[in-house]
């Protein structure tokens, strides 16, 4: 293999981004440290010693896996690259299937199954040692391997015609250099019809929903709904107690198709005026098309980066620099889609800097519906229950937090 000039430019790109990430653990860990014998001022009330210091071990705990998983990723990125096992894969399908776009498609998703599988580890780890060692998890083995089999079938139905496409695209001479926009169309409209179809077809295969009951509850719900002039397909619970005791609620699907969607776990322990509370923050990023101005974002985002692989793709040097001797329009796709991330590694802060504004907005448009303090009681729980620390170092958060720290939320809430 020859290598080239890029090549050292890939080395140096995962070198900074590996050794950033690790100083990054390295900081938040040691801001653990320094306050697991306090808790932070504002919090002496609602937080009790033992909480604090057992959000302090679940952090590090999960910061001791993200170091493993850091390095351990990188090793297998240079394996697939330089290491020359992508190249192999690719001969190896190349003496077996003639056409193009069905070697693509196939090369594409054994490397999709090879990489989930060497995941599959950390995943167990995390749900069965980890979660569990806190108290967390409340999945079987039977719940796990269920999933896993969905998310294939899932993988299969989905993914294989839209690969198939995209590939189909790529090698279409009537449309020659210009395959990325055609290629861009299709992925956004694919986006599009996931976001619509998810809430109904897709989170159900995972997870049972059912309509918000309480009464009172509900009735407070609907006279916000009616403040704030929401339409919406409904409120809906989730049996999220089904994997883990984490709680959470989230907005999911667009135009008409869209839900707010409460845990069963978050439900649990909260006052009535508390989840109204919480459910106005999420009206919060309705109200300020947060979602329509992320889907906006990710669609230039792609363009942007199809438009560069259009350009890379007849680079000989973007192939033979990162392994592949053999340049083609699926070597190409998988290559760009593995080496994006250690390249965009640097704009993840300015994503989460944007995404903890909307926080903040939200936190806003909740406390002029509804009682500030119901908000803070509310927050104060969700960290106390799902073990958040309350005391991130602030170079990790400004990196990796889409939320703003409690401290800081509940400062602007006062
Ligand atoms: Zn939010």
């Known amino acids: 293999m020859e290598f080239n000039f890029f090549t050292f430019i890939f080395l140096f790109a995962i070198l900074t981004s590996v050794l950033a990430l690790l100083w990054l653990n390295f900081r938040q860990d040691k801001a653990i440290k320094i306050s697991f014998n306090e808790v932070p001022e504002d919090f002496k009330e609602t937080i009790t010693l033992e909480d604090h210091q057992k959000a302090?071990?679940?952090?590090?705990?999960?910061?001791?896996?993200?170091?493993?998983?850091?390095?351990?990723?990188?090793?297998?990125?240079?394996?697939?690259?330089?290491?020359?096992?992508?190249?192999?894969?690719?001969?190896?399908?190349?003496?077996?299937?003639?056409?193009?776009?069905?070697?693509?498609?196939?090369?594409?998703?054994?490397?999709?199954?090879?990489?989930?599988?060497?995941?599959?580890?950390?995943?167990?780890?995390?749900?069965?040692?980890?979660?569990?060692?806190?108290?967390?998890?409340?999945?079987?083995?039977?719940?796990?391997?269920?999933?896993?089999i969905k998310e294939l079938v899932l993988t299969l139905a989905l993914g294989l015609p839209l690969i198939y496409a995209i590939l189909y695209l790529m090698n279409l001479s009537a449309i020659g250099d210009y395959w990325w926009i055609y290629v861009w169309a299709i992925l956004s409209l694919f986006t599009i019809t996931m976001m619509w179809i998810y809430p109904t077809f897709i989170a159900p295969i995972f997870n049972k929903f059912k309509p918000l009951e309480n009464n009172s509850l509900r009735n407070r719900i609907d006279n916000l709904l009616e403040r704030t002039g929401f339409g919406s397909d409904g409120i809906f619970v989730m049996d999220g107690s089904k994997r883990s005791s984490h709680g959470n609620a989230y907005f999911t699907g667009i135009g008409r198709n869209k839900r707010i969607v409460f845990f069963d776990t978050l439900l649990k322990g909260m006052e009535d005026e508390e989840i109204e509370a919480i459910l106005a923050h999420e009206l919060g990023h309705f109200h300020h098309k947060h979602v329509r101005q992320r889907i906006i974002s990710s669609f230039i985002f792609s363009l942007v980066s199809l438009a560069l692989l259009g350009y890379l793709i007849k680079q000989v040097w973007f192939f033979h620099g990162l392994g592949i001797s053999n340049p083609s329009s699926h070597t190409a796709l998988v290559l760009f889609s593995l080496t994006l991330p250690v390249f965009s590694f640097f704009i993840t802060p300015i994503s989460n800097l944007i995404s903890r504004k909307h926080e903040f907005q939200a936190d806003a448009f909740a406390a002029s519906h509804t009682d500030a303090n119901d908000l803070i009681s509310s927050l104060t729980k969700l960290y106390r229950e799902n073990s958040s620390t309350l005391s991130p170092d602030k170079y990790y958060s400004a990196f990796h937090d889409s939320h703003p720290s409690a401290i800081l939320r509940i400062a602007r809430l006062q």
Not at 70 to 97: C, H, K, P, Y
Not at 103 to 130: C, E, H, K, Q
Request: hydrophobic share 55%; net charge negative.
């Open 56 to 148: 302090g071990h679940y952090t590090q705990a999960k910061l001791l896996v993200n170091h493993f998983e850091i390095i351990f990723s990188t090793i297998v990125l240079l394996i697939w690259t330089l290491g020359g096992a992508m190249n192999w894969l690719d001969f190896f399908w190349q003496e077996r299937i003639s056409s193009p776009i069905w070697l693509g498609t196939v090369f594409i998703l054994s490397i999709m199954f090879i990489a989930s599988f060497i995941d599959l580890p950390f995943s167990i780890y995390r749900n069965f040692i980890l979660e569990e060692r806190f108290g967390f998890n409340r999945m079987t083995i039977k719940t796990f391997a269920t999933d896993l």
